[in-house]
């Protein structure tokens, strides 16, 4: 096997594009088990790709300024395709990510009140919880092998946000059963996609979905459902909340008074815990991945983190005043979701009337029905908008009043009105948990394993992700010194 793992200079290795093909069939044969697998070289150097899929019209728009069009100007022309919402119903219901309208601008007003009471510093315990059991669990590791931080990562993520949304952790064999029917309804929902293309019909496509889903909804069903009969006998007024479900249960539309029903809040909790942890765990891995690929970016990090706290003991972690002062880590975290962007893609379809895309290659007539794709992995990788675009290089993000590519051509939260609220709660739970590994591990690579990365509903790597952590020692200044 070759070792892909070698960097090739600051490039860290990635699935590359296959050469172009016209042969749509072959594209989506390519695409079964990777929706990455669908991209020509091509791809990456164009404004707008557009193909015929039987008799629909497919674009792939890389434009920014077109970008901006669809997914700011005029969202409500190009609202998400029916297909998100067909390969995600199973799983979320009519959850706030994939319906449209005025069904969807009722839901972002209850999430963005919920969300406004659940603020950072509120829910900055419950992930600094979870950070000290996740370093609890490493710290049992046997130091000489291997760790696959992957699935760390995917277990931190998911206990910070079931600590954010119910304020108990996640045990740990609740977390095997929800990642494994997970991980099974991801690699079905890839290939109902490319099914759904070749116009198979729904029903059959949901019903293979069907059954992992309903693993992960009667789990989170009966958590609402005991805490709903706990509130049964107290008006909801007298709630004072104490996480994300209690702010979701009070939270009242000011347009239209109304409030999430018992089947609503299982849809919004099944999509949060989903929303939550899995971008999350994706984009920890992958910086865990970068750092320890790059070690002079690794001490960096490290000095910049340190050079905040170094006068406090191991036991007194990071708080959310210090995350601010380490602009280089949140560089890094950017510069990884720039390459490695959780959310790939996102696909929306053309309503009411025909319009026209207008690129620097010229103009694309793009009728009613048309799908276009939009996707963080090629936009932030492509060539026209970004130097060295496959390098990785954090300190692109360090000036980004003048980097106009971060305005423009960086979107691994989307952009608009469908913009991710949760890219602060990210950020800061992906800061602090690479800080306190930072604190106690150098991170080092392994040199055999080459890891998989597949594009699924998120991007992820199918065989894990190893690293060594070589604990180091630490000395904490006593006052006196730093006092001098
Ligand atoms: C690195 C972590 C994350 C990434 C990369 C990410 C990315 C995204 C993207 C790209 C979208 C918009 C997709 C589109 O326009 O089609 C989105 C939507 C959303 N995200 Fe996140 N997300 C992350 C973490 C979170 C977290 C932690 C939460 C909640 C705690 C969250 C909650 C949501 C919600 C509620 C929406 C739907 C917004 C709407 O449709 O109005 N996300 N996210």
Redo the contacts with the bound molecule.
């Keep these: 096997m070759t070792n892909k793992l070698k960097t090739k200079g600051d490039q860290p290795p990635w699935p590359e594009p296959k050469p172009y093909t016209s042969n749509i069939f072959r594209r989506l044969a390519r695409g079964w088990n990777s929706w990455l697998g669908l991209l020509n070289e091509w791809d990456f150097r164009i404004s707008i790709g557009e193909l015929n899929l039987l008799g629909k019209r497919v674009f792939l728009v890389n434009d920014p300024p077109l970008v901006r069009k669809v ?1 700011v100007d005029e969202v409500e022309l190009f609202p ?1 395709h029916p297909y ?1 919402l067909w390969i995600l119903e199973p799983l979320i219901g009519r ?5 449209n309208g005025e069904e ?1 601008a009722i ?2 007003r209850l ?1 963005d009140q919920a ?1 406004q009471v659940a603020s950072l510093k509120r829910v900055f315990p419950s992930m600094e919880k979870a950070t000290r059991a996740l370093l609890n669990r490493l710290d049992l590791k046997d130091k000489s092998n291997y760790v696959d931080i992957d699935e760390e990562m995917t277990m931190i ?1 998911a206990d ?2 079931i600590r ?1 949304i119910l304020s108990r952790p996640l045990e740990e064999e609740e977390a095997n059963n929800i990642f494994k029917a997970f991980s099974r309804y991801q690699q079905r929902a890839g290939r109902a996609l490319v099914m759904r293309f070749l116009r198979l019909p729904k029903s059959w496509i949901q019903r293979s979905l069907k059954r992992d889903a309903s693993i992960i909804r009667s789990w989170i069903q009966s958590l609402i459902h005991d805490r709903l009969n706990h509130y049964k006998e107290n008006s909801l007024n007298n709630i004072r909340p104490i996480d ?1 479900l209690d702010t979701l249960i009070i939270a009242k539309d000011p347009k239209t008074n109304k409030s999430f029903s018992e089947d609503d809040l299982v849809d ?1 909790v099944c ?2 815990f989903l ?3 899995e ?2 765990a ?3 891995g992958m910086a865990a991945w970068l750092l320890a690929l790059f070690p002079d970016v690794q001490s960096r990090m490290r000095n910049e983190v340190l050079s905040v706290v170094s006068d406090r003991e191991l036991d007194s972690m990071v708080k959310p005043d210090d995350i601010r002062q380490f602009p280089f880590g949140e560089a890094v975290f950017n510069e990884t ?1 720039r390459l490695y ?3 790939s893609f ?3 379809e053309r309503l009411q009337t025909d319009t026209t895309l207008k690129a620097p290659e010229g103009k694309r007539r793009c009728p009613v029905g048309s799908l276009l794709t ?1 996707s ?1 992995w090629v936009i932030q990788r492509h060539e026209k908008y970004w130097p060295d675009p496959n390098c990785f290089r954090p300190e692109r993000f360090l000036n980004q009043n003048e980097n106009s590519n971060v305005r423009n051509a960086f ?13 602060s ?3 800061q ?2 800061i602090l948990v690479l800080a306190e590994l930072l604190r106690r591990y150098e991170l080092l690579p392994d040199a055999n394993h080459e890891i998989e990365l597949s594009g699924l509903l998120t991007l992820r790597s199918q065989n894990g992700i190893q690293l060594k952590l070589k604990p180091l020692e630490h000395k904490a200044k006593s006052s006196s010194e730093t006092c001098v």
């Excluded at 989307?414 to 949760?422: A, L, S």
């Design positions: 997914m998400k998100t959850a706030i990510f994939s319906v969807w839901q972002r999430i969300f993520a910070v946000i954010t994300l919004q999509f949060l929303a939550g942890h971008t999350s994706s984009s920890l979701l962007p959780p959310v996102f696909i929306r939009l963080p979107l691994p939260f989307g952009m608009g009105p469908r913009k991710c609220p949760g890219a709660f990210a950020k739970e992906a």
